[in-house]
């Protein structure tokens, strides 16, 4: 296991699988302890055993009672959070206008964008404290390029987490904390399931995995203090985004 994290704090919500898992998996290897959050309590009991030594902390994101609750309590605890990797995102497979719902809309609205705003706001006052902090949120392709497949709820909160990122390091710089918004092209994911017409078995195996992005989430973390990584983007070397076969999906 390397060391380079050793002693560091990292706080991961969406952390019971896909990307939040898989970053929370690296983190833990080279030596932060890591606290993942979700709101499963089963998901996340199968995560720190994946994890080996995680503590697990069931919440939504989507609370902001809980989600300070739950900041309160891992400070109390720790005394710090490092990191943050924001990790918990969702879809819903009706999603475009023809079909998406008012509850819908606020749904994905909560978890994909107000979630992490609740979390920066629960770990930025500790960050200044120390005069240095790492916030990792995660976005999607869907942050930067338009596409059907994605409904206004996925690509409206995508888009605004590179603002609240980028609000992140113009406020905070001087306090020494960085944020990093990392926009990942199609991973293989449980979300996919939430699609109108999930993809198959071939197509998954040809898209990004899930340790990719917990290498990407752990190079961004493990960068000296004056560094900070503003926008990463990654996507599968068959990127059906720019070559075709994705288009919107059928009610």
Known sequence: MSESLKGKVAWVTGGGSGIGLAGAIELARAGAHVIVSGRSAETLKSATRAIGGAEAVAMDVGDQKEVAKAAEALLKRHGRIDILLNSAGINLPKRNWRNVSIEGW??????NLSGMFYCCQAVLPGMRKHKEG??????SWAGRHASPLFGPGYYATKSAVLALTAQINIE??????????ILPGEVA????????????PEERARMLQPEDLGRAVLFVATLPPRVCINELMITPT???????GLEAAPD
């Open 106 to 111: 606020d749904q994905i609205v909560a978890t």
């Open 134 to 139: 790492l916030v990792i949120n995660i976005s």
């Open 238 to 244: 068959w990127n059906r985004f720019i070559v075709g």
């Open 189 to 200: 994911t449980p979300i996919l399931e939430k699609r109108p017409v999930p993809p198959s």
């Open 172 to 181: 905070e710089c001087r306090n020494g904390i960085r944020a990093t918004s």
